[in-house]
């Protein structure tokens, strides 16, 4: 299934939750890439990747079964709910169910973007917590929590301890919702899928100490060659502490975004290649005293800390110039970043 196709069948849907999420949650699976849910039994034990997966709650021996939307074993519970879009639709959700049962009406049919809505989205979350709490004491504590509004947006929360409750937004406190629209970017797609697949492979912690080695392979491989080049190995480290440092400015906003792997790029043309040290040169003046810089066509800060009192650059090849852009644009270079300010 194509985002398209996915958008056009989901984008419509609005305050049917029991007839829609089982069909939505299949659809969703087939756009990510990911195999269908298995067929549930009469044995939770079995049902490992499932729809209406049976938990049992025990409040002070009051026994009672609650049902997860959809469970994956080991790496999430999934529940659902489904806002309206307007409060003419809302009515007649409600409206549609006055003929089922009163344990079989989902209640919480609200305008999306509204007080109420937010809340049933939160009430939601403490829902699918109640489920994680509920689950067998032999099973892998999931690491994700999902909420998903049908055909609106998937609010995601992690847990990688793997144990208690405390879920938090991922991957952060202002991106942990998806709207709908987010699905058609495959790194969303991919995000999602590992969810299902490899959970473990998005912990940050994990992830950041992979690619802190990359990287680390990088410099070194790029020291090594300066160094053979006949340049001392102190010089060497404060040329790459200075081009890090001003990739770390460019991820987190400090300069323009793409401003300086931008200029690297321009001057790895072979007519403009002989002329990078001395951009390089007049870019971490300008950082150091803070002003208007040329190459970057914005006004810069003033940045403490001596690292750019020295502002010697050094020549560098093509190859070179590929070696020392391999760590940018990435979001995940800012820890070792700024681990190597730190230490500096």
């Known amino acids: 299934m194509t985002y398209t196709e996915f958008e056009a069948r989901w984008k419509p849907a609005g305050g049917a939750e029991r007839a829609n999420y089982g069909l939505f949650l299949q659809d969703l699976c087939d756009l990510i890439g990911v ?3 298995d067929p549930t039994t009469d044995n939770p034990a079995q049902d490992a990747y499932v729809l209406e997966r049976a938990v049992e709650f025990n409040d002070h ?4 079964t609650g049902r997860i939307d959809l469970y994956k ?4 519970v ?23 049962s009163a344990e079989k009406r989902r209640k919480g049919h609200a305008v999306r973007g509204t007080t109420k809505w937010g809340q049933m989205m939160q009430t939601a979350r403490q829902q699918a917590l109640g489920y994680v709490r509920a689950l067998p004491a032999d099973e892998p504590r999931p690491l994700f929590v999902l909420v998903a509004d049908v055909g609106y947006c998937i609010d995601v929360y992690s847990n990688f301890a793997g144990v208690g409750d405390q879920f938090v937004p991922f991957p952060d406190q202002t991106r942990y919702r998806l709207p709908l629209s987010k699905l058609a970017d495959e ?4 995000m999602l899928r590992l969810i299902w697949t490899d959970p473990r492979e998005l912990d940050p ?26 340049q001392s190995p102190d010089l060497v480290a404060q040329f790459l502490m200075r081009c890090l440092f001003t990739m770390f400015s460019e991820d987190v ?23 990078l040290p001395d951009a390089l040169q007049t870019l971490w003046r300008t950082m150091d005293a803070g002003g208007f810089s040329p190459d970057l066509k914005a006004r810069v800060r003033k940045f403490n800390g001596k690292l750019f009192h020295d502002a010697r650059a050094l020549p560098l090849t093509a190859d070179q110039i590929e070696l020392l852009l391999k ?18």
């Not at 999934?78 to 959700?93: F, I, M, V």
């Not at 790194?187 to 991919?190: K, L, V």
């Not at 906003?253 to 002329?275: C, H, N, V």
Request: glycine content about 8%; some cysteine.
């Open 187 to 190: 790194e969303t797609r991919d």
């Open 253 to 275: 906003g400090l300069i323009p975004k793409d401003s300086f792997t931008g200029m690297l790029r321009q001057y790895a043309q072979p007519e403009l290649r002989e002329y």
């Open 205 to 230: 912690s994990r992830r950041s100490a992979r690619v802190t080695r990359e990287l680390a392979e990088y410099l070194a491989k790029l020291s090594t060659q300066l160094e053979r080049a006949g």
């Open 78 to 100: 999934l529940e659902t709910k489904q806002g309206t879009e307007t409060p003419d639709q809302q009515k007649a959700a409600e409206r549609a169910e006055l003929g089922l």
């Open 327 to 344: 760590p940018t644009g990435q979001p995940w270079n800012r820890p070792f970043l700024a681990r190597c300010w730190n230490g500096r």
């Open 61 to 64: 021996g009051k026994r009672s």
């Open 35 to 37: 195999s269908r849910p």
């Open 73 to 76: 074993r080991g790496c999430f």
